[in-house]
């Protein structure tokens, strides 16, 4: 769907993406993790035509996008992470006016703000001045017009900034539920958290380079990582941090998992006997990191130590 | 496409009272006020000089003269005590003492040491001393003709005979015929014909407000990033601008008209009349709206926040109508200023709507003027064209 080879991009002298490869494939929610300054929204950028880049090649739909720009675009829609559209217009004004500045035939038009005020669970406000909606509805109507061409690739910038939680979930359901609809979605955001529940493939950049890419599962299971994940049966936490209490190396994440610093074969069998004389039953032990978060301070980190 | 961005600034700019504050209400008031202001200065029975006599001579030839200056409608005589005050303390302009003897002046064989004495408000200008000056000594002129024709008549009566030498008369219409270039005989200029243009032009220049500040947020809200995301062009957002701020200008224009024909006149002064051609006046308001737009653009890409755009805007709007003749008229300027103001689209504007207002123009007697605006808003077009691109590269 989406193929950067060896993509450069400066500002002046400096390099804000490096010979940068990557591939994402249709239908699937693609994680893009990063610093700041790190070079992502450099890449939404140039994927949305907005920035040209020195060097390099980037096919969308297999065609060369500084070619078919304009094709490209009518597929594609950017959801910035700023509420890009007018307070105040009603919800319904700025949905008409979105659609209709991307001329799009009138019965395509309104099926497609149907389609973006269910999806978005706006029906009930599309009379309400954009400036009276809840921080959330915002968020919402931020992505109802980004739904408006029906696009087949949606790139998401930080879309739940300063949100709370329940509004935060309505939205990233909203995402997940695109998969079923076949879109792929490139999503950026510092919510490590988000990104591990709704995506299925994350890369992760820093200076302008791919450090690491890959699916998610495959990124915690990590050979060369100093831990181990005990996948336990669920477990009251009391009899867990009991053991943890015996065993300083151990510790909990939660009531289906333990982490334990050093894989030492002695280390392991020590900890295995301690679960088993606390009943608590091991499911699976694999090797690599807790969150996607302590990867991916790990990785820039590194990043940032070589510089 | 261009509907779509048609409806939304209608839309937006309806909805801003500020705005539409700025575009209407603004303008009305100024011309209600203008011309009721200026409506006496373009009124030749309105009587400009207060003064009063005091008569020491109490003579036929004195009692002739103020009678003279009572009956002269530029003048308004107040009553005041023979040990009167200075003019200010007395509430006049002028004071005329008409001295004992003032009669010798009209005889031959007594000596003349009797001249008027006049008392003058120390804060009278030049012109308005001149002003009443030339009544005074019109005035005494006809008491003398009087006299010499009283003379003339006794002398042929004395002889029995009727007078062969035709009574001199001093009447300003027998002498002269007032007419105003392109107006018809009985037209003359009324401070509405006067205070509509200037105020139109200065109207229009406020979409600077309500433009730059919707561009400004569309700019910082990323809405414009979202806009050529959806394969929005420079050329078209620029048109989805310029085409609804023009059809707002014209509603603004024809507003400001009936404001003159039809409000103006409910408080007693003139009615506006649009003397020239309609066609002339469509294309000034045409290219006077292209002019304002064009700078808005212009100030609208180039200030980075909303208070800069309100603040600059508002100044630069006032400094043109300063300069192009709508705070003070170019006929009071000196020379110099008169030159300088050339430099303001305003007063291109102004003297387009003039052409039409008060000299009957046609389509080819505002052709220069609109020429001017046109190129005026192209040419802020195009580096507002630049800046916008330069500053969008240097964000990306």
């Avoid at chain 1, 910038?157 to 709370?164: A, N």
């Avoid at chain 2, 123009?361 to 800046?387: K, N, P």
Wanted: aromatic share 8%; proline share 3%.
């Amino acid at each position: 769907m989406i193929k950067i080879t060896n993509l450069l991009k400066r500002y002046d002298e400096k390099v804000a993406l490096d010979y940068l490869t990557l591939e994402i494939k249709a239908g699937t929610i693609f994680g893009l993790l990063g610093p700041n300054g790190a070079g992502k929204t450099t890449l939404i950028s140039i994927l949305n035509g907005l920035t040209k880049y020195n060097e390099g090649e980037v096919t969308v739909f297999d065609l060369p996008l500084d070619k078919n720009l304009t094709e490209i675009r009518k597929r594609c829609a950017l959801i910035p992470q700023t509420l890009a559209f007018y307070e105040n217009l009603t919800v319904i004004e700025n949905l008409n006016f979105f659609g209709g500045i991307q001329n799009i035939q009138a019965d395509t038009l309104k099926k497609n703000i149907d389609y973006a005020v269910e999806t978005n669970r706006l029906g009930s406000m599309l009379h309400q001045k954009a400036a009276t909606l809840s921080g959330g509805q915002k968020r919402r109507l931020n992505i109802a017009i980004g739904l408006l061409n029906d696009p087949d690739i949606l790139f998401f910038d930080e879309p739940t900034v300063g949100i709370d939680p329940e509004s935060r979930n309505e939205i990233l359901e909203t995402i997940m539920s695109f998969k079923k609809v076949n879109k792929t979605v490139v999503y950026t955001s510092h919510y490590m958290p988000e990104i591990e529940k709704i995506c299925d493939e994350v890369a992760i950049i820093n200076a302008g380079k791919i450090i690491k890419q890959g699916s998610i599962e495959s990124m915690l299971t990590n050979e060369s990582a100093d831990q181990l994940i005990f996948e336990i049966y669920e477990t009251p936490l009391a009899a867990l941090q009991e053991c943890c209490l015996k065993m300083s190396a151990l510790t909990v994440i939660d009531d289906s998992s333990l982490m334990l610093e050093g894989k030492e074969s002695n280390t392991v069998s020590e900890a295995l006997a301690l679960l088993e004389a606390h009943s608590v039953a091991v499911k699976n032990i694999r090797y690599g990191t807790t969150t996607l978060e302590s990867l991916f301070i790990n990785l820039t980190s590194k990043g940032r130590a070589d510089v | 496409m261009f509907k779509a961005m048609l409806i939304k600034e209608f839309l937006l700019v309806s909805r801003d009272k500020h705005a539409l504050a700025a575009l209407f209400v603004m303008p009305a008031v100024f011309i209600l006020i203008m011309s009721l202001a200026l409506k006496d200065v373009f009124n030749e029975d309105k009587a400009l000089i207060e003064y009063a006599v005091v008569d020491r001579d109490n003579s036929l030839e004195s009692y002739s003269l103020i009678s003279k200056l009572r009956a002269n409608k530029l003048m308004n005589e107040h009553n005041i005590s023979e040990d009167f005050g200075k003019p200010k303390e007395e509430g006049v302009q002028f004071i005329v003492v008409i001295p004992e003897g003032f009669k010798s002046q009209f005889s031959q064989n007594e000596a003349n040491n009797s001249a008027l004495q006049i008392e003058v408000a120390s804060d009278i200008g030049q012109s308005h001393l001149m002003l009443f000056k030339t009544q005074i000594l019109s005035s005494v002129m006809q008491v003398r003709l009087d006299a010499i024709n009283l003379a003339t008549e006794m002398q042929s009566g004395m002889r029995g005979e009727k007078s062969a030498i035709k009574k001199i008369e001093f009447d300003e219409a027998g002498i002269m015929n007032i007419h105003y270039a392109a107006l018809s005989e009985d037209e003359k200029p009324t401070s509405t014909q006067q205070s509509v243009p200037s105020w139109i032009v200065f109207g229009l220049f406020f979409v600077i407000i309500p433009m730059s500040t919707i561009f400004i947020n569309e700019r910082k809200q990323n809405t414009l990033m979202r806009l050529s995301t959806m394969n929005v062009s420079l050329p078209v957002l620029f048109g989805g601008k310029i085409i609804p701020y023009m059809l707002i200008n014209q509603l603004q224009v024809w507003v400001m008209i009936a404001v003159g024909m039809f409000v103006v006149p409910l408080f007693g002064a003139a009615p506006l009349t649009i003397g020239g051609d309609i066609s002339a006046l469509i294309a000034v308001s045409l290219a006077l709206s292209l002019s304002a737009i064009g700078l808005s653009i212009l100030i609208a890409v180039t200030v980075d926040s909303v208070e800069q755009a309100t603040t600059i805007g508002g100044i630069i709007n006032i400094l043109l109508g300063a300069i192009g003749g709508v705070m003070v008229p170019k006929f009071v300027m000196p020379d110099f200023m008169k030159e300088f103001a050339n430099v303001s689209p305003m007063s291109w504007g102004l003297e387009g709507f003039l052409d039409v207002f008060l000299r009957r123009g046609t389509i080819s007697d505002v052709m220069y003027e609109v020429v001017g605006l046109i190129l005026f808003g192209v040419v802020s077009l195009i580096i507002a064209a630049g800046i916008f691109n330069y500053k969008i590269r240097r964000v990306a």
